[in-house]
């Protein structure tokens, strides 16, 4: 489990500003795209009388805000405690409010926890902590927040937790306040141990009336109504799927008629919830309900990260809904059409990006329909039929890792989440492109050569690309072996360009450029290797780690292995990255996941003892990669949940050269000698670059 009380890694950024000196650089750190991809959104607010000005959230990179339909973009966020974004909430009567909870309740793998809530007063030009998870016990992911219309104080918030039974922290459920979002009280109804609470819907013309779903792994979970405000609750089951079945549910309310509800709910049943349950529909308030889905969603998936629906704001019957695709009903779910094929062409009147988290249907523009989803922002204007991407500007990709061709330093790119291996041949933030599909996942130029390159998928999918040419490459290991992969880490010998090491839970070697590949090394502890290092100086020295923390060596080009040589100082957790020292292959840096220990370690012997570089004095957060100019062995710069940190002395002392780079995780570095730079992937704000010659 990475994963920490996001407090901590606060503290963790605070801390490392007080106490470790700014590397002196002049220079500040510049946004190189991508501008023309997106990213993962989570969730959109409209002005309730101008349609056209539209914010949203996104799952790593802050609030942004659009004046015109999201044909341009403008970033809120940059410094705030979290950019990871969960949920939005205007103030109809006073739209000038916005609330914005933090963390991200998509149930995934990397739906990362928040801080709280935050409220601008000013449309966004200006945010503060309103309410800290900390202290007043808000979820650190927060999926979704309403404002009553009849009482603009009166606020109810849906978050997810995963406090134990008997603990009091770390819970979901449903939480509301009466002072406009300053205190707020956790609903028992359901349980008072952990349940979660995934949307809140108050009755526009009714007052105090307000339907909730919840998922409490039993036969409480469902939809709820209260018509007092929240004092009592009935759980609306007659018609209902089977509550012990129902797993996260999103409803949608029709403003022409509120009397008629929509409820798209998971099969908690089904393997990891993905499948649909259902499509309900109530016309009485949720008294009865009837399943209108009928066979149409039987190939629909992934119920539990992507479930929105929404209602046309004068047609009752008019209804969208996604999961990875999208799906339209003009007769109140009596028939259902598809309406986007994630899996067609980009630029297609039927292409809206896979996995989609909020829909939007604004009063003020009927017909047109917003979908933030994992390629950030397509947008209908026939009521769904026909979609556009409305993306520029909106600089929010999530990266896994970088790299960049040191021949050419206008040549890089990245795998990112869900959008596939990016990259740019023109080092402009506006025209990258997406070179393979999938996770995207890790990438090697040649060093010499920007046009023969190495990409990947998730599950080891490998493919190269030289002289315009691409081919899949991956080494023949059997199917059990390749669903043990999730990212393959690849690296280029750095004197031979045909030489390829990547690896599963052992090791697989190409001499000949992937004609041929060999599996060189038995089952190394059984977890999947996470990083691999060819020594500049030495390419038959090899260094090998792996997500148990385990560290191997092969001093013949990977012909033989040493036994595990991690010693008792080294944590145990995930090693992220290995890297030589450029001019010593005896010298290698290793960074580590996790919490609670250093990140930083240094051997000056092959890896056979090591020592502590870390000391404390570098953020407590995971560490995720290692950058050594090929002409300074003695500066290296490491990159971490908290930020970008140089030593100037092999690891002795430290310099924070975070700088102005938004407060997000920085996942890899890259030092390009010719231009004197150093790059660095972001996880929710993108690529960015810092020229380095005034240090």
Same mark, same amino acid.
């Given at each position: ?14 801390? *490392? ?13 510049? *946004? ?22 539209? !914010? ?12 015109? &339909? =999201?044909? $341009? ?88 937790? +995963? ?31 952990? +349940? ?9 013309? $009714? ?71 259902? /499509? ?61 094929? !994630? ?31 994992? =390629? ?64 995207? =996942? ?14 990947? +998928? ?80 030495? *390419?038959?020295?090899?260094? #090998? ?26 944590? =145990? ?7 030589? $020292? ?81 407060? /997000?995780?920085? #996942? ?7 231009? &004197? ?19």
């Amino acid at each position: 489990m990475r994963e920490a009380p996001v407090s901590n890694l606060v503290r963790a950024r605070i801390a *490392s500003r007080k106490t470790l000196p700014a590397a002196p650089v002049t220079a500040d750190w510049e *946004s190189i795209g991508p501008t023309n991809i997106g990213g993962r959104l989570t969730s959109i607010v409209c002005h309730p009388t101008q349609p056209d000005r539209i !914010w949203v959230g996104a799952a790593g990179g802050g609030v942004w805000y659009s004046p015109d &339909g =999201g044909r $341009s973009w403008i970033s809120q966020w940059h410094s705030e405690d979290s950019l990871n974004v969960g949920s939005l909430a205007i103030d109809s009567r006073k739209p000038n409010i916005i609330y914005c909870g933090t963390g991200e309740a998509n149930l995934s793998a990397d739906s990362y926890a928040g801080v709280g809530i935050y409220r601008t007063l000013d449309s966004g030009a200006t945010w503060h902590l309103l309410a800290p998870s900390d202290t007043t016990g808000v979820p650190r992911r927060i999926g979704v927040i309403a404002i009553d219309p009849f009482d603009s104080s009166h606020l109810a918030l849906g978050g997810i937790g +995963y406090g134990e039974a008997g603990q009091s922290h770390d819970l979901g459920g449903l939480y509301t306040s009466h002072d406009g979002g300053v205190t707020w009280t956790r609903s028992r109804f359901v349980s008072p141990y952990n +349940y979660w609470c995934h949307s809140v819907v108050f009755h526009p013309t $009714s007052p105090g009336t307000l339907f909730v779903t919840v998922t409490a792994r039993g036969v409480s979970s469902g939809v709820y109504r209260s018509t007092d405000g929240g004092q009592s609750w009935t759980h609306l089951t007659k018609g209902f799927g089977p509550s012990e079945r129902t797993g996260r549910t999103t409803l949608a309310l029709s403003p022409s008629n509120p009397k008629v509800l929509y409820a798209l709910v998971a099969d908690e049943a089904s393997e990891f919830a993905d499948q649909l349950l259902g /499509v309900f529909r109530s016309g009485n308030r949720g008294d009865t309900w009837t399943n209108v889905a009928g066979r149409h969603f039987v190939e629909e998936g992934q119920m539990s990260y992507g479930n929105t629906i929404a209602v046309h704001p004068k047609k009752p019957n008019h209804v969208i809904c996604g999961g990875v695709d999208l799906h339209l009903s003009t007769n109140g779910g009596r028939t259902w059409r598809q309406v986007s094929h !994630w899996d067609g062409n980009r630029g297609d009147r039927d292409y809206a990006h896979a996995d989609h988290h909020a829909l939007l249907m604004p009063v003020g523009a009927p017909g047109r329909v917003y979908d933030p989803n994992d =390629g950030g922002l397509d947008v209908s204007e026939d009521g769904g039929k026909t979609w556009v991407n409305r993306s520029n500007g909106l600089a929010v990709t999530m990266y896994y890792d970088l790299d960049c061709a040191q021949s050419d330093g206008q040549s890089y790119g990245g795998g990112a989440q869900d959008n596939g291996t990016l990259v740019t041949t023109t080092g402009h933030a506006y025209d990258h492109f997406e070179l393979l599909g999938g996770d995207g =996942g890790w990438i090697a130029f040649d060093p010499v050569d920007a046009g023969h390159v190495y990409a990947s +998928y998730q599950q080891f999918n490998i493919y190269r690309f030289r002289q315009g040419a691409n081919k899949r490459v991956s080494p023949p290991a059997p199917e059990s072996e390749r669903n043990f992969v999730w990212m393959c880490f690849i690296k280029m010998d750095p004197n031979d360009a045909n030489t390829i090491f990547t690896g599963s839970y052992r090791v697989w070697r190409t001499r000949d450029d992937s004609a041929t590949w060999k599996a060189v090394s038995p089952a190394l502890d059984d977890s999947q290797v996470s990083a691999i290092e060819i020594a500049r100086t030495d *390419s038959k020295r090899l260094y #090998v780690g792996t997500e148990n923390g385990k560290l191997f060596r092969s001093l013949d080009g990977g012909n033989t292995w040493s036994a595990n040589l991690s010693s008792a100082l080294l944590p =145990g957790h995930s090693i992220t990255r290995l890297a030589a $020292s450029p001019m010593n292959p005896d010298v290698v840096y290793a960074t580590f996941a996790n919490f609670g220990h250093s990140h930083v370690f240094r051997s000056k012997d092959g890896a056979l003892t090591w020592e502590d570089l870390d000391k404390g004095r570098l953020p407590d957060v995971p560490h995720h990669s290692i950058a050594i100019p090929a002409d300074d062995a003695n500066t290296v710069f490491v990159c971490s949940d908290a930020g970008v940190f140089v030593s100037r002395d092999g690891g002795q002392d430290w310099m924070n050269v975070t700088r102005n780079l938004p407060n /997000v995780m920085v #996942v890899d570095l890259v030092h390009h000698l010719l231009d &004197g730079t150093l790059m660095a992937a972001t996880y929710g704000r993108g690529l960015w670059r810092l020229r380095l010659k005034q240090i």
